[in-house]
């Protein structure tokens, strides 16, 4: 007789892989590198630091 296997190490491993290559396929879509979330922050700062310089003083 063989040696027993354990179904859950299998079941989970898998559920694993599965997990991972989701995660993988999300990061290529939503994922950004960190330059352009710097980026995207200097402009956000930069659009925010304009609309407070035209505002009219009374």
Same mark, same amino acid.
């Given at each position: 007789? #063989? @040696?027993?296997?354990?179904?859950? /190490?299998? /079941?989970?491993? @898998? +559920?694993?892989?599965?997990?991972? +290559? /989701? +995660? !993988?396929?999300?990061?290529? @879509?939503? #994922?950004?590198?960190? +330059? *352009? $979330?710097? *980026? !995207?922050?200097?402009? &956000?700062? $930069? &659009?925010? /630091? !304009?609309? !407070? ?6």
């Amino acid at each position: 007789m #063989g @040696k027993p296997v354990n179904l859950n /190490r299998y /079941r989970k491993e @898998k +559920a694993r892989a599965e997990k991972k +290559a /989701r +995660a !993988d396929q999300n990061a290529v @879509k939503f #994922g950004r590198s960190k +330059a *352009e $979330k710097i *980026e !995207d922050k200097f402009h &956000q700062d $930069k &659009q925010r /630091r !304009d609309i !407070d310089n035209h505002e009219l003083d009374e």
